[in-house]
């Protein structure tokens, strides 16, 4: 299952985007996130939500600046961006976990790319100073 993610841009510091993700067809998924990979950086996790509940979760570097949303009739996810960095520079990956489990999972499983069984490709995204 392939995500289709959208969004990305260039922008100036103090600027606002909103990147989308699309669930294709009648595809499950329980959990959904955004990571973000800055150029010679690891991999890291922005914000994640549980679909049916819509709990989110979200890095402390974000809080408070990202909202992360879905809509359960077009199956997408949403990441709004607002007050941007440029430390917010990076590839943003969306990411959907279709696995049940048999518990509420806690903020490191949300966290964890390991937990995403499904990976869009990359949208850029830009800020500049």
């Known amino acids: 299952v392939q995500l289709q993610a959208s969004g990305g841009g260039l922008v100036q510091a103090g600027g606002s985007l909103r990147l989308s993700c699309v669930v294709p067809?009648?595809?499950?998924?329980?959990?959904m996130g955004w990571f973000r990979q800055a150029p010679g950086k690891e991999r890291e996790f922005v914000a994640a939500?549980?679909?049916?509940?819509?709990?989110?979760y979200y890095a402390d570097s974000v809080k408070g600046r990202f909202t992360i949303s879905r809509d359960g009739v077009t199956n997408t996810m949403y990441l709004q961006m607002n007050s941007l960095k440029p430390e917010d520079t990076a590839a943003y990956y969306c990411?959907?976990?279709?696995?049940?489990?048999?518990?509420?999972?806690?903020?490191?499983?949300?966290?964890?790319?390991?937990?995403?069984?499904?990976w869009g490709q990359g949208t850029l995204v830009t800020v500049s100073s």
């Open positions: 990411a959907a976990d279709s696995k049940t489990l048999g518990y509420n999972p806690n903020n490191a499983y949300y966290s964890s790319s390991a937990s995403y069984n499904y």
């Open positions: 067809g009648r595809t499950f998924v329980a959990r």
């Open positions: 939500l549980a679909w049916r509940s819509g709990s989110t």
